[in-house]
């Protein structure tokens, strides 16, 4: 029976290739910074992503959360989006852990945050609020729908903030689906945030860990709380080996991903009963309803694709999100369009 995981591309398997360089991985203790394959991957990020310095961390919560916790003191204010990951997907850890008040402005369709918005949550100088220290913004943007921004977006938030005195953190788990949309490279997409936070284990498809990157000062102070946090780990290099395998090899193909949503997006759009989210497919997920015409609860939806070898997200009632990813190929996009016509029935 076929097995078409399109629940997320956090499902991605090493490639050959990354096990293959897991394998040959030269190692050393990164605790004492002496993993020289953990050093490569984190110089080689910061290199692409034009900053100074990348720590290499082993996930994209603990990168979104380090570096929050970097910009900002206890009692201090994040400005950030109410359909966040950071917000909505990571056990409210700034706050948990680092005592960080957030202030959730809406996010707009295409996941934007309203300048005018921002400029209206800033807090005044008055003991009786917290201290507004950084916005957070998310590129591409997951609970949106894959939405992505472009350069100019960011560097008017950015440009704002430096004038205000506060920093920009982006949450760009899916940073190269963004640069890749826009056509830009990843440089450009990042160039006036002061840190972000990046995925090797989605689309880029390692099979662990993420980069978080800043100027050197700034990682001096993530390295010190991933530590706290209990994000230092030893012979890293086996896993750093795939990373490096995923920023050399793995980046110029998630175009290919991006054509296959929308091509699933647009064998889908033949079936009365689905209502694809406006602008889906930006990147490479896909976001639909199904209508009442179907009779099938959501339980009852995704249990008759699984029935066919196909996995989805269930994210609401009766609505699902698909992730386009390196092991779906053009078979796997014709068999869940199937599928789908099925779930009448
Ligand atoms: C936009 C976004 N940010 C951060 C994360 C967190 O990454 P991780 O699951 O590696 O902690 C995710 C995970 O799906 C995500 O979609």
């Known amino acids: 029976m076929k097995n078409v995981d399109l629940r997320s591309d956090t499902v991605t398997r090493p490639t050959p290739e990354m096990r293959e360089a ?3 991985a030269d190692v050393g203790d990164d605790v004492y910074g002496e993993d020289p394959t953990v050093n490569k991957l984190q110089e080689l990020a910061a290199t692409m992503l034009g900053k100074e310095a990348g720590l290499f961390v082993p996930s994209g919560t603990m990168g979104n959360l380090s570096a929050m916790l970097a910009h900002c003191q206890r009692g201090d204010e994040v400005i950030l989006g109410n359909k966040a990951h950071t917000f909505l997907y990571e056990s409210g850890g700034i706050s948990a852990l680092g005592g960080v008040h957030s202030c959730q402005l809406p996010n707009q369709s295409d996941g934007s945050l309203a300048l005018e918005e921002i400029k209206n949550a800033i807090r005044a100088d008055d003991p009786h609020q917290p201290i507004t220290r950084l916005i957070a913004l998310e590129n591409t943007h997951n609970r949106c729908g894959g939405t992505y921004q472009v350069p100019a977006y960011t560097q008017e938030i950015c440009d704002f903030a430096h004038l205000n005195g506060l920093a920009v953190h982006l949450d760009g788990a899916r940073i190269f689906n963004a640069a890749t949309a826009c056509g830009m490279p990843v440089k450009a997409m990042v ?3 002061d840190s972000v936070t990046f995925c090797l284990s989605k689309g880029l498809c390692a099979p662990v860990g993420s980069i978080l990157c800043g100027s050197n000062e700034f990682i001096r102070k993530a390295h010190r709380i991933r530590k706290q946090l209990g994000g230092g ?13 995923a920023l050399e090899s793995m980046v110029e193909r998630l175009k290919d991903d991006h054509a296959r949503a929308r091509c699933l997006a647009d064998g889908l ?43 989805v997200g269930a994210v609401g009632e009766k609505r699902f999100r698909l992730v386009t990813h390196y092991w779906i190929d053009d078979e796997d996009i014709n068999h869940t369009i199937e599928a789908f016509g099925m779930i009448k029935k």
């Open 191 to 193: 160039d006036s945030v």
């Open 233 to 245: 780990m030893r012979q890293a290099g086996i896993l750093a080996a795939a990373g490096i395998i």
């Open 22 to 24: 897991m394998c040959r």
């Open 269 to 311: 759009r033949q079936y009365p009963y689905i209502i694809l989210d406006n602008g889906t497919a930006a990147t490479n997920m896909v976001f639909l309803s199904v209508s009442d015409e179907v009779k099938h609860s959501t339980r009852q939806i995704s249990s008759l694709l699984e029935k066919q070898g196909v996995r």
